[in-house]
């Protein structure tokens, strides 16, 4: 039986294991979106990980989403971010970075005064977190053709300065109520054009954004990350069990490193479609308990019933975030360290972010 300390080939790398420390938005960029010295230290002591998906990272300004967010839109950020895949490299590890456009989850204030774009003029019903504090969301403008090519050309170059930055590839986030999310979702994309409609016309804007960033930086570079009946941010599918298999079926088979499902659960049926459409590696993120708090075994076993029902990798997220040498220690059995305040997640600092010890340093 398969389990995740086994080896595995993903696009072009050969991972020492199939755990994935999924992504993670820490909040650590200065202002302008560059990574910030210590996110090299954070990520440098988890590069025992099979693979690290760096947090998300903004293709361009308008889709920005919270202050202190990374960015992959100039060099600044390219070389920030090639410090950070430096030291990753450096200590045996291997990174992807997620590349995320906002939608309607952003802020005029968190992108120099830009105004939200999305699929179709329906507000997040919630605050959006800016540097003058919780603010209501603003009505986001419907993206015109034009906004369409241009973001999806943006994505293409955020691609591109990704592989410059030292990453071994990039996944496109099509989930958790963002940009691409709104698009598939009935309750978020009311478009009467041929990006909307459908669920054929609801996926073709994800389609054109996958197979642009594939052709920028070739298909085995490129992962897709999807949240199928994920609520979050918001959100409502009315026809999630035609959406996604339309999605999967039209990108199966062109050679993308991985698709990456949010909350997976191997008993459900839209799962077990999706493994079945899906010809390539998929890496499964385990439905735990959220907010908390996360098992003892920090998702393991719920991960070993996802490779069991034909996932080939397993993400966790925040048991890598409390546990720098994760792999070692679910290995071993040893405890896990429990996750600090919930508080210190998304903000400046080392506290909370490098400062949860490894075994050796608590022994
Ligand atoms: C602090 C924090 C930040 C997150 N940021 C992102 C993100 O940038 N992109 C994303 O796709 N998911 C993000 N997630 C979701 C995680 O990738 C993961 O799906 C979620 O934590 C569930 O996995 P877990 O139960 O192992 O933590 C975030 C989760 C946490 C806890």
Not at 12 to 31: K, Q
Not at 109 to 124: Q, Y
Not at 146 to 151: A, E, F, G, Q, V
């Amino acid at each position: 039986m398969t389990t995740v300390f086994d080896p595995v080939r993903l696009g072009g790398l050969e991972l020492p294991n199939r755990l994935v420390m999924a992504p993670m938005t820490r909040n650590r960029a200065d202002d302008d979106g560059v990574p910030t010295p210590i996110m090299a230290t954070y990520y440098a002591q988890r590069a025992s990980a099979g693979l690290i998906v760096a947090e998300a990272s903004t293709p361009n300004a308008v889709g920005q989403t919270y202050p202190n967010i990374t960015a992959l839109h100039n060099d600044a950020h390219v070389a920030g971010w090639r410090r950070v895949t430096e030291a990753v490299g450096a200590a045996g590890g291997r990174m992807f970075v997620q590349l995320q456009h906002g939608g309607r989850i952003g802020h005029p204030d968190n992108s120099g005064g830009l105004h939200p774009l999305a699929p179709s003029p329906v507000p997040l019903p919630d605050t959006i977190f800016t540097p003058r504090g919780h603010q209501p969301a603003v009505v986001p403008a419907e993206m015109s053709a034009d906004d369409i090519r241009t973001t999806v050309a943006d994505f293409a170059a955020a691609a591109r300065r990704a592989v410059d930055a030292g990453f071994a590839g990039v996944e496109v986030h099509g989930g958790n109520g963002y940009l691409l999310h709104q698009f598939l979702a009935s309750g978020t994309n009311h478009r009467t054009d041929g990006y909307g409609g459908s669920p054929a016309g609801r996926i073709r804007f994800v389609v054109e954004v996958v197979r642009a960033v594939a052709e920028a930086v070739g298909p085995e570079r490129v992962g897709l990350r999807i949240a199928p009946g994920v609520t979050a941010n918001g959100m409502h599918e009315d026809d999630a069990e035609t959406v996604y298999p339309a999605l999967v079926g039209a990108l199966s088979g062109s050679g993308l490193a991985y698709l990456h499902v949010v909350f997976a659960d191997p008993d459900q049926p839209l799962f077990q479609h999706i493994r079945k459409l899906w010809e390539g590696t998929l890496i499964a993120n385990p439905m735990l308990p959220w907010p908390g708090p996360l098992p003892a075994d920090g998702g393991l076993r719920e991960g070993e019933r996802l490779l069991a029902a034909g996932a080939d990798l397993v993400s966790l997220g925040r048991a890598f975030l409390a546990n720098p040498d994760l792999v070692e220690r679910l290995r071993l059995g040893a405890p896990l360290n429990p996750l600090r305040d919930k508080g210190l997640m998304y903000v400046g600092g080392e506290e909370g972010y490098t400062d949860y010890p490894a075994l050796t340093e608590t022994s």
